[in-house]
């Protein structure tokens, strides 16, 4: 039987029927406002449109916030150890993504969709503070905080993997699909091994951080030189091939030492096996929660159809 606590928080087909809701908004109204103007567009989508009706759905059906959500203290440890862990972990997305890239090359020529690199200080900060620090936030606020905590009745492994998946989903870019979720599962792996949001909102913030501050030197490198021609060209096929290559590499080098720290991101051993426990849980959805997710992936493989059928 469910304790009080429990019973103060939300079910899955409540965050499954929000995860649909906000999935519509977040490509019309979402979609508008940054059409409009990118930077104020994204923070209108990350702040009004997916963390507010958290907090504002929340309040009215009078469910525990700070459970729900699980707004509890990190220790320093954790602090320090959680954005050199996200770090360690980000060349296995890139590695995940790239060879789902290199699978979709055989249907055309792959052009990935991302943000505008910023071009100087003044824009690099900018990017900190929106891609970053606010997607960080809200995303998590959404993702590893309201759903995860609706899907814990099925267990820790699934609500884990399930809000991931929904996370990567929630892109809308069938392109940049696995790297999201794999990053989604260490995020909310994290969540669970500290019992706080702010675990994986930290990482977030870290991951995103990241990839501006790459996407700024590699653009920086590109202006130096845009001049230079190659002196042979090469397929995209061989291009990916070759990144597969080099970043499994680094891989090899880096993950071990990620699942080590990792495993020293509990308090205690008795936390470590509160939480080895709870991972063998495991129940199953119903048809209800099931169907609430339907349209949304419905339109999720209508858009991935279409890019298909523009790189063939």
Same mark, same amino acid.
């Given at each position: 039987m469910e304790n009080k606590i429990e019973r103060k928080k &939300?079910?899955? #087909?409540?965050?499954?029927?929000?995860?649909?809701?906000?999935?519509?908004?977040?490509?019309?109204?979402?979609?508008?406002? !940054?059409? *409009?103007?990118?930077?104020s567009g994204l923070l209108i989508t990350e702040l009004i449109i997916i963390c507010l009706p958290v907090f504002i759905y929340l309040k =009215? *059906?009078?469910?525990?916030? *700070?459970?729900? $959500? *699980?707004?509890?203290k990190l220790s320093f440890k954790q602090v320090l150890l959680i954005p050199l862990i996200t770090i360690l972990f980000y060349p296995l997305a890139v590695f995940f993504n790239s060879i789902l890239l290199f699978l979709l090359s +055989?249907?055309?020529?792959?052009? &990935? %969709?991302?943000?505008?690199?910023?071009?100087? @200080?003044?824009?690099l900060l900018i990017g900190f503070i929106i891609v970053a620090v606010s997607a960080g936030i809200c995303e998590e606020i959404m993702f590893r905080g309201f759903i995860m905590s609706a899907y814990k009745r099925v267990g820790v492994k699934k609500s884990i993997i399930i809000?991931?998946?929904?996370?990567?989903?929630?892109?809308?870019? =069938?392109?940049?699909?696995?790297?999201? /979720?794999? $990053?989604?599962?260490?995020?909310?792996?994290m969540v669970y091994k500290t019992n706080s949001i702010f675990a994986?909102? /930290?990482?977030?913030?870290?991951?995103?951080? #990241? @990839?501006? #501050?790459?996407?700024?030197? /590699?653009?920086? +490198?590109?202006?130096?030189? !845009?001049? !230079?021609?190659?002196p042979v060209a090469v397929s995209d096929k061989t291009i990916l091939a070759f990144f597969i290559l080099l970043i499994g590499v680094v891989v090899l080098l880096t993950v071990p030492l990620a699942i080590k720290l990792m495993k020293k991101l509990?308090?205690?051993?008795?936390?470590q096996m509160s939480l080895e426990k709870d991972l063998?849980?495991?129940?199953? %959805?119903?048809?209800?929660?099931?169907? @609430?997710?339907? &349209? %949304?992936?419905i339109i999720y493989f209508y858009r991935m159809s279409v890019v298909i059928s523009y790189m063939l």
């Open positions: &939300p079910d899955i #087909f409540e965050a499954n029927l929000y995860y649909t809701i906000i999935g519509f908004m977040f490509l019309t109204l979402g979609a508008y406002v !940054q059409k *409009r103007n990118l930077n =009215i *059906r009078g469910y525990d916030i *700070r459970s729900t $959500l *699980r707004l509890n +055989f249907f055309g020529k792959v052009n &990935p %969709m991302k943000l505008p690199a910023p071009q100087n @200080v003044k824009e809000s991931a998946v929904l996370f990567g989903f929630f892109h809308f870019n =069938i392109q940049n699909l696995v790297g999201p /979720i794999f $990053l989604g599962i260490i995020f909310g792996y994986s909102i /930290i990482a977030h913030i870290t991951n995103n951080a #990241f @990839v501006v #501050f790459l996407s700024y030197l /590699i653009e920086k +490198f590109s202006d130096q030189s !845009q001049n !230079q021609n190659l509990s308090n205690n051993e008795l936390d063998h849980y495991d129940l199953k %959805m119903n048809f209800k929660e099931k169907i @609430v997710l339907v &349209p %949304m992936f």
